[in-house]
């Protein structure tokens, strides 16, 4: 089926997803990133909106570079509820902003704010040369950036 689509959008992970064969996608509620951005279709990247985690020890959610690192040293979302940390699914505005940008963006009607590539820059700088997501092509939801830029410091 998704070969006869001209667009196909996949929300979640764990299962086959689309973008492991370059179709544009929308992933949401991502907690492992690990593979899921490397995507060698730049001329119509995948739209990405993770999950944020929040320490409860220290009452505040992991800056984005922190979230990386721990991407890399837990694998299950139980072990990271285990821990000391809990996991926020993205909202229902999260999913929908997402999805009208990536419509948008396919059909070449995507307005860009001043700050879109600024944001989407500064969270690509979190990757080191040697993190097999350095230099992915995905973009995360503008939205969801600039709802959460606090966590790009």
């Given at each position: ?13 764990g299962k ?51 979230w990386?690192?721990f991407?890399?040293l837990?694998?299950?979302?139980q ?14 505005q ?18 860009f704010?001043?700050?879109?590539a600024?944001?989407?820059e ?6 080191a040369?040697y ?10 939801s ?12």
């Amino acid at each position: 089926m998704p070969a006869t689509c001209p667009k196909v959008k996949y929300t979640g992970i764990g299962k086959p997803s689309a973008a492991a064969f370059d179709w544009p996608t929308v992933l949401s509620d991502l907690f492992l990133l690990r593979n899921t951005m490397c995507s060698s279709n730049k001329a119509s990247p995948s739209m990405l909106v993770p999950k944020l985690v929040f320490d409860r020890q220290e009452q505040r959610f992991l800056s984005f570079a922190e979230w990386i690192c721990f991407n890399h040293l837990v694998s299950f979302a139980q072990d990271c509820e285990d821990a000391r940390f809990e996991l926020f699914h993205n909202t229902t505005q999260d999913i929908v902003e997402a999805t009208a940008e990536f419509d948008d963006r396919l059909a070449g009607r995507y307005t860009f704010q001043a700050d879109d590539a600024e944001l989407q820059e500064r969270f690509r700088r979190i990757y080191a040369p040697y993190q097999v997501e350095f230099g992915f092509t995905g973009l995360i939801s503008a939205g969801f950036l600039r709802r959460h830029a606090d966590l790009l410091s």
